[in-house]
Every structure is written in structure tokens, then in C-alpha cells.
């Protein structure tokens, strides 16, 4: 259940606030739909709802406000506007990544993909998706962790007709295992036909809150589609004739040769054109909107109708004969063929049958049973009565393979979908939960990978050109360093790595409906340092290891030859590229943008070591001489394996400008990501 009290959003530049004191409730067992038209508020209300942007009121789900449930995703599933994924992820890719951030198996997403049918697009990047597969993509992560409620903005938007059936019938299923699903739609028909209960926004204030057949019958308008190249002359006849007999008729003139027609009848219209003479090529009745203003054209329902028809005709033919047989018996009991949503032909019983499959359960899932007043309570024995079944029908049910629907993402929806078998994950966080994470994301997409490679490629060439130009030390040669620039190539690779590992957050925030645009989770940030360190020191071995092959490729073993200090020269450089990749995690993190990150990593020799050796080499009282002796004394004990001589070695590298430059940028960095992190969650 949810219960939205006094949702308001910050007052904008000289503009009323978006929503103002929206207050509702959406039961469980239900279909809740929050109604209204462009820029009624009803995104910004969910967005308030799941704490995702800043405002007053409170939204409990199950009693629970989000920031004190300590698992938000597996409570709610979101869907808001397109799956925010990196687009050059896999369908699968991306579901085990939010498989890994969740703590639930990484087989789930094998699971949600058979149940949405996109089992054949597993392999296929997000970037290439449709619409309609994108829509069951995001269904699919909705599902994942098996929520108890569904907060959907606008799902149905750019489907088609066949794709809007699926939608209602995944939805319908999950609020008959007792979930709740509160979802946004302009369009009012499809609300009446799909909630249970409706509320409608206006200028960000509820203005009505109602059952689905009150709603239909107070605020749906019944209207004549009437389609005439005289449609001018029609309308001034038709509006002469009402006020002669004092009926309340309006007619509105549409797009083309259409007009609509609200209270008259066919018949009435039919009569009043066939006694002027005035051809008609389309009459029909049809259930309107709450006003000609937000009416559809006949032409684009027709066009929908015509492109529904074909394909159930095709499936029609590609059905067995039982199959078939128990549609024309269907059709035979639901009556004649009506003209409803705007002019698109259906059959009533098709209808019913689609409902009424709607209600029943293809697996039993959840032993939950609805409460909500008014609503009758359904359990899965009771629901799979509510459909008679012969024996030969049975046998038919249970050989077909369950897996045609997502081999074929195209294939018959008006069965329900399967929803997926509940789950259980353990209560007790673990702290490899954001590691997983963090190493799917990186691995995921080819981004590092060819980071790593142009590096490589990059230094290496750079190597073999300063050692023909000579005048370069051997171990800036060796890390393919040249003097005019302020990092070498591995330093700043590892910096563009650790500024995509929070840039990539921002930029495509999959974890979104979790906390916040981007959780700031100190176990989050553990796990990007920890991986990005791992990814920096590798790439820092590769680059000397290619750099000194290439050297003794191309110039023999003079130049190849370690050094003798090689110990402190390999600390350093160990230390420069993990500490460029640290400030490119904490930079992008801190400032949310990618660009952001790595502009911090080239700033720390540019701007701050300049800084610090003017405040090293500067006149003083005091110097720091004998240091390294002090801190022997100060340990006073020995370290088991000479512990304090990697302690004297730190502190010489950090009395260097650039270690000294990196370590205070690093320390400001970190102090204000931790700020930042508090401050938001006091809010």
C-alpha cells in the first residue's frame, strides 16, 4: 500500500510549485493511475515519491517512508521514461549488473528475461533496441528483485496496441499476486479500462479521486465519429437541428473532413445527413475523453486498428484447431462487433476473454492475498477457477514450450505473462554486494579495454620517439614520459578510468531508483577505489613492461637495463598513477561529471604542485631535517619485516610537490565527497 500525504515540490522563479499538496492512496491488489495531461505534475509527484527530487510531504510504502527501508529496490520497482543504461551494454549484461547491486543471484536476470520475452535479444546492445523491447527491458529490471510495488511513469507511451495489452496483462498479474502498481498516463480511456482507481491531476492538485467506473461514468463523454467532406455544412445543420428541438449538442470540427459529435447518436447524425444529401464515409459510436479538446483522429485510430487486425490474424491462422474452436465459441457468447477507443474495432468478446485471462496466473508465486476494502479477496486456487479447462485443452497448455513467447518476442500477448518465481535473499548486507557491482560495470562495456590499449599504444611510441630524440632520463623513457607534459599516458589513462567509474553513474544512473541519482554508499565508494586501484596498477606494470620490451626491441639492451634504485622509482610510479586514479573517482563523484574528473587529475600537477613548491622551496625558520630519524624514534619498536622502512620510504615520496600535491588534493577531495554525502543524507 502506498499513502502519498501533502506531496509539494520547491517553489520555482516566479512560478507556482509543480505539485502542491498532493495527497492519495494506492491499495494494494490495485491498479492506480494518476491522470492528467502535459505538465499536470504527474512525474514530478513520483519523483517526490521516490525521494529523487527535493520537496515536502511524505510517501509511505507499507508503512515505511523509502530512506527507512534499507533495501529500497527490493520494496519498489521503477520505471521512469527509458532504461538508463550504458548503451553499449548487453540486455543480459545490464540485468546481472543490477543483479550484483541488488544481492540477488545473477540467474535473476535469466529469469525476467524469459518472463518479458527477450530472451533472443540477450546478447543485443541497449543502443538498439525498440521501443516496445526497451519498455519490456524496463519491466524486466522493475521486476528483478521481486517488489511488492511498481511505480511506472507512463509505460504504455509509443506502444503499440499489441504491446499495450502485454503491458496491462504483466501488470494485472502482479496486482492479482496482492502487489501494488501506481502508474501515469495522459490518456483517460486507457485509464477507465485498465485502473481500479484513478486520480486525476490538475495544475499539480488532485481534482478528483475515484473508483474506474465512476470515473468512465462521470467523466467519460460518449461522442458520434463522424467523417463527411462536407463536414462544415454537417456541423451548422447539426447544431441548427439541436437548438430547434433544445437538445445539448456540441460539434467539434477535428483535423481532415472529421467532426465529433457529443451528445446525439449515429442514428440521429446518420438522418440529418441522408435528408441534406450529404455523403458520410464514416459513422460510428464511440467512448470520448472528458472533452473535445484532447480527442484522437479517426485516421491514426484506423491506421492502429488496421496494423492490430493483421497480426491476430496471422496468429489466428497459426493456431490450433482447439484454439480456434474456443475463440468462435467466445465470439458467438461475447455478441456482435463494436466500435470502441477512438474508432479501433474490437470484439466484446475478445475482451472479456483478455480480461479475463488477465486475472488468471500463469505460476503461483506469491502466497498473497488482497485486502483492500472493496475488493475481493483472490487467492491463486480461486483465480484458476475463473477459467474452465478441458482435459485435451490442459494436455495442449502443458506440452506447449515455455518458451515460444520469448524466443518470439512478436508472438500472440494476449495470454498473460508469467511473472517471475519469487526469491530469497539474505537480510544481512555483504560487503561484496557493491565489488560484484562495480566489476560487472566496469567489465561490462569496452570502454577500459580500449582505454588500456590506446595507452599502451600511446606510450610505447612515445618511449621509441624520446630515445631517438635522446636528453630524456631513463626512467621518464621508461614510462614513456616527456618532460613537456604533466603526466605521462598511464597516469592520466588510469585517471579517465577512475573518472568513468563515477562519471558513468551520472551519466547513465541504473541505480536511480535505489537512492538518489547516484546511491553515495561509502560501501559504493570503497568498491570503485579498490577496483580502480587494481585496474591502475596493472595498467602501471603493462605500460613499463611494454615500454621496456619496445626499448629493447628497437635500440637493443643499453637502454632496457633497470635501474639500480628501482625499488623507490617503482613506488613512485606505482603511487602517481593510483593516486590520478583516486582523484578521478572522488573528482567525478564530488562533482558528477566525467569531464569534471579528469580536468581534477590534470589540474594536480598544473595548478597544485606549482603551489606546493613555492611553499616547500620558500623562505622559513625551520626545515624538516632528520624526519625519517624522528618517526624511527617515535615507532620506537621494530617492525616485523622492517615495517618502518615502506613508512620512511611513504613519507619521502609524500615530501615530493607532486606526491605532495597529489596527497593534499586527494584529502581535499575525499573530505569534501564525504561532506557532500552527509549533507544529503540529513536532508
Same mark, same amino acid.
Given at each position: ?6 506531496l509539494?515540490?520547491?517553489p520555482?522563479k516566479?512560478l507556482p510549485?509543480?505539485v502542491?499538496d498532493?495527497s492519495?492512496?494506492a491499495?494494494?491488489g490495485r491498479?492506480?493511475?494518476l491522470?492528467g495531461?502535459?505538465g499536470?505534475g504527474k512525474?514530478t509527484v513520483?519523483?517526490?515519491m ?9 510517501t509511505?510504502?507499507r508503512g ?23 548503451p553499449a551494454?548487453t540486455?543480459?549484461g545490464?540485468l546481472?549488473?543490477l ?8 540467474r535473476?536476470?535469466d529469469e525476467?528475461?524469459e518472463?518479458v520475452?527477450?530472451v533472443?535479444?540477450?546478447d ?8 516496445g ?7 524486466a529490471?522493475?521486476?528483478?528483485t521481486?517488489p511488492h510495488?511498481?511505480?511506472l511513469?507512463?509505460?504504455?507511451s509509443g ?11 504483466m501488470?494485472r498479474?502482479?496486482?492479482a499476486?496482492g502487489?501494488?502498481?501506481?502508474l501515469t498516463?495522459?490518456?483517460?480511456k486507457?485509464?477507465a479500462?485498465?485502473?481500479d ?8 492538485r488532485v481534482v478528483?479521486?475515484?473508483e ?5 461514468r462521470t467523466?467519460l ?7 463527411t467532406?462536407?463536414?462544415p455544412?454537417?456541423?451548422?445543420l447539426?447544431?441548427?437541428e ?11 470540427r477535428?483535423?481532415?473532413n472529421?467532426?465529433s459529435?457529443y451528445?446525439s447518436?449515429?442514428?440521429d447524425?446518420g ?7 450529404i455523403p458520410?464515409h464514416q459513422?460510428a ?6 472533452g ?7 485516421d491514426?485510430?484506423?491506421d492502429?486498428a488496421r496494423a ?7 496468429a489466428a491462422?497459426s493456431?490450433?484447431?482447439g484454439s480456434?474452436?474456443?475463440a468462435a465459441?467466445?465470439a458467438r457468447?461475447?455478441g456482435?462487433?463494436r466500435?470502441?477507443?477512438a474508432g479501433?474495432?474490437?470484439s466484446?468478446a475478445t475482451e ?7 486475472s488468471?496466473?500463469v505460476?503461483?508465486r506469491?502466497q498473497r492475498?488482497?485486502t483492500?476494502p472493496?475488493t475481493?479477496a483472490?487467492t491463486?486456487q480461486a483465480r484458476?477457477g475463473d477459467?474452465q ?5 490442459a494436455?495442449a497448455s502443458?506440452?506447449?514450450?515455455r518458451?515460444?513467447?520469448a524466443?518470439a518476442p512478436?508472438?500472440e500477448?494476449?495470454a ?5 518465481p519469487?526469491i530469497s535473499v539474505?537480510p544481512?548486507p555483504?560487503?561484496l554486494?557493491?565489488?560484484r ?5 566496469a567489465?561490462?562495456?569496452g570502454t577500459g ?8 599504444l600511446v606510450s610505447?611510441?612515445t618511449?621509441v ?9 631513463r626512467?621518464r623513457?621508461?614510462?614513456g614520459?616527456?618532460q613537456?607534459l604533466p603526466?605521462p599516458?598511464a ?6 578510468l ?6 558513468d553513474?551520472?551519466?547513465?544512473p541504473?541505480l536511480?531508483?535505489d537512492?538518489?541519482?547516484?546511491p553515495r @554508499?561509502l560501501g559504493?565508494l !570503497? $568498491?570503485? *577505489?579498490?577496483?580502480t586501484?587494481?585496474t591502475?596498477?596493472l595498467l602501471?606494470? #603493462?605500460t613499463?613492461?611494454c615500454?621496456i620490451e619496445?626499448?629493447y ?7 632496457a637495463?633497470?635501474?639500480?634504485d628501482?625499488l ?8 602517481l598513477v593510483?593516486?590520478c586514479?583516486w582523484?578521478?573517482?572522488l573528482?567525478?563523484g564530488?562533482?558528477?561529471s566525467t569531464?569534471a574528473g579528469?580536468?581534477?587529475?590534470v589540474a594536480?600537477p ?6 606546493v ?9 625551520r626545515?624538516a ?5 624522528r ?6 619498536n621494530?617492525?616485523p619485516?622492517?615495517?618502518e @622502512?615502506y613508512?620512511?620510504? !611513504? $613519507?619521502? *615520496? ?7 600535491a597529489?596527497?593534499?588534493? #586527494?584529502a581535499a577531495?575525499l573530505g569534501a565527497f564525504?561532506?557532500t554525502?552527509?549533507?544529503g543524507?540529513?536532508?
Amino acid at each position: 500500500m502506498i499513502q502519498a500525504i501533502g506531496l509539494t515540490s520547491d517553489p520555482r522563479k516566479d512560478l507556482p510549485p509543480a505539485v502542491d499538496d498532493v495527497s492519495f492512496e494506492a491499495r494494494a491488489g490495485r491498479v492506480t493511475a494518476l491522470l492528467g495531461g502535459p505538465g499536470a505534475g504527474k512525474t514530478t509527484v513520483l519523483r517526490l515519491m521516490l525521494e529523487l527530487q527535493r520537496g515536502r510531504g511524505v510517501t509511505y510504502f507499507r508503512g515505511r517512508p523509502l530512506h527507512r527501508i534499507a533495501h529500497p529496490s527490493r520494496e519498489v520497482g521503477v520505471l521512469l521514461g527509458d532504461v538508463p543504461g550504458h548503451p553499449a551494454r548487453t540486455v543480459r549484461g545490464h540485468l546481472r549488473m543490477l543483479c550484483a547491486a541488488a544481492g540477488v543471484p545473477a540467474r535473476r536476470a535469466d529469469e525476467v528475461l524469459e518472463v518479458v520475452g527477450l530472451v533472443s535479444l540477450r546478447d543485443e546492445r541497449l543502443s538498439t533496441l525498440s521501443r516496445g523491447m526497451d519498455r519490456r527491458l524496463g519491466m524486466a529490471c522493475a521486476l528483478l528483485t521481486d517488489p511488492h510495488t511498481l511505480v511506472l511513469d507512463d509505460p504504455t507511451s509509443g506502444l503499440s496496441t499489441r504491446e499495450k495489452r502485454w503491458m496491462h496483462g504483466m501488470l494485472r498479474a502482479h496486482v492479482a499476486h496482492g502487489g501494488t502498481v501506481l502508474l501515469t498516463t495522459p490518456d483517460p480511456k486507457e485509464a477507465a479500462r485498465t485502473a481500479d482507481q484513478v486520480v486525476t491531476l490538475e495544475r499539480g492538485r488532485v481534482v478528483a479521486d475515484q473508483e474506474a467506473a465512476d470515473f468512465a461514468r462521470t467523466r467519460l463523454r460518449p461522442r458520434v465519429a463522424v467523417r463527411t467532406p462536407h463536414a462544415p455544412r454537417l456541423a451548422t445543420l447539426l447544431t441548427k437541428e439541436a437548438r430547434a428541438t433544445h437538445r445539448s449538442v456540441e460539434v467539434v470540427r477535428e483535423s481532415g473532413n472529421r467532426l465529433s459529435v457529443y451528445g446525439s447518436t449515429c442514428a440521429d447524425v446518420g438522418e440529418t445527413a441522408f435528408r441534406n444529401g450529404i455523403p458520410v464515409h464514416q459513422l460510428a459510436d464511440e467512448v470520448g475523453d472528458m472533452g473535445p479538446r484532447a480527442s484522437t483522429t479517426a485516421d491514426r485510430s484506423a491506421d492502429e486498428a488496421r496494423a492490430d487486425v493483421a497480426p491476430q490474424r496471422k496468429a489466428a491462422v497459426s493456431r490450433p484447431e482447439g484454439s480456434r474452436e474456443q475463440a468462435a465459441t467466445r465470439a458467438r457468447s461475447g455478441g456482435p462487433t463494436r466500435t470502441t477507443d477512438a474508432g479501433t474495432a474490437t470484439s466484446s468478446a475478445t475482451e472479456s476473454a483478455t480480461s479475463s485471462t488477465a486475472s488468471t496466473p500463469v505460476r503461483k508465486r506469491r502466497q498473497r492475498s488482497v485486502t483492500a476494502p472493496g475488493t475481493e479477496a483472490r487467492t491463486p486456487q480461486a483465480r484458476s477457477g475463473d477459467r474452465q479447462r478441458t482435459e485435451p485443452e490442459a494436455e495442449a497448455s502443458d506440452t506447449t514450450p515455455r518458451r515460444r513467447a520469448a524466443d518470439a518476442p512478436s508472438a500472440e500477448l494476449d495470454a498473460l505473462p508469467e511473472l517471475p518465481p519469487p526469491i530469497s535473499v539474505r537480510p544481512a548486507p555483504s560487503p561484496l554486494r557493491p565489488l560484484r557491482y562495480e566489476l560487472r560495470r566496469a567489465a561490462g562495456v569496452g570502454t577500459g579495454f580500449v582505454t588500456c590499449g590506446a595507452v599502451l599504444l600511446v606510450s610505447a611510441v612515445t618511449a621509441v620517439l624520446l630515445a631517438r630524440v635522446g636528453h630524456t632520463p631513463r626512467p621518464r623513457l621508461m614510462a614513456g614520459w616527456p618532460q613537456q607534459l604533466p603526466l605521462p599516458p598511464a597516469a592520466l589513462g588510469a585517471g579517465l578510468l577512475g573518472a568513468l567509474a563515477f562519471g558513468d553513474e551520472f551519466r547513465h544512473p541504473a541505480l536511480a531508483a535505489d537512492r538518489g541519482t547516484v546511491p553515495r @554508499r561509502l560501501g559504493l565508494l !570503497a $568498491a570503485k *577505489l579498490l577496483v580502480t586501484t587494481a585496474t591502475a596498477l596493472l595498467l602501471a606494470v #603493462l605500460t613499463l613492461g611494454c615500454d621496456i620490451e619496445m626499448l629493447y626491441l628497437v635500440y637493443g639492451r643499453e637502454l632496457a637495463e633497470v635501474p639500480s634504485d628501482w625499488l623507490s622509482l617503482t613506488a613512485s610510479w606505482f603511487g602517481l598513477v593510483v593516486g590520478c586514479a583516486w582523484a578521478g573517482v572522488l573528482a567525478a563523484g564530488l562533482f558528477r561529471s566525467t569531464t569534471a574528473g579528469l580536468a581534477a587529475v590534470v589540474a594536480v600537477p598544473v595548478a597544485v604542485v606549482p603551489v606546493v613548491q613555492k611553499i616547500v622551496e620558500g623562505p622559513s625558520v625551520r626545515t624538516a631535517a632528520g624526519f625519517p630519524l624522528r618517526i624511527r624514534e617515535l615507532l620506537l619498536n621494530q617492525w616485523p619485516f622492517g615495517g618502518e @622502512r615502506y613508512v620512511e620510504a !611513504a $613519507a619521502r *615520496l609524500i615530501a615530493q610537490p607532486v606526491g605532495g600535491a597529489l596527497t593534499l588534493s #586527494l584529502a581535499a577531495l575525499l573530505g569534501a565527497f564525504f561532506f557532500t554525502t552527509l549533507r544529503g543524507k540529513v536532508r
